[in-house]
């Protein structure tokens, strides 16, 4: 049985890409504020907050479907 299923692999990479972005976006919300955009950085902060509500129903999820496991022997 390999240490994680398909499902658990899945969510786990799709959180790991969130919080990948969710860093990368501080620095594009910089740019913007250097560049005195204001559309662009509205648009960023939505998409991080967007991707911050999917990153923690991600780790939930993750929680749940590795609580669920049976202990291997």
Known sequence: MPPVSDLEYDVLSTLQ???????VYEAYLEDCEDAGNDECRE????IRDDDQRHAERLRSTL????GSQQPTR
């Open 17 to 23: 890409s969130k919080l990948e972005a969710l860093e």
């Open 43 to 46: 648009l960023f902060e939505e």
């Open 63 to 66: 929680a749940r479907l590795l």
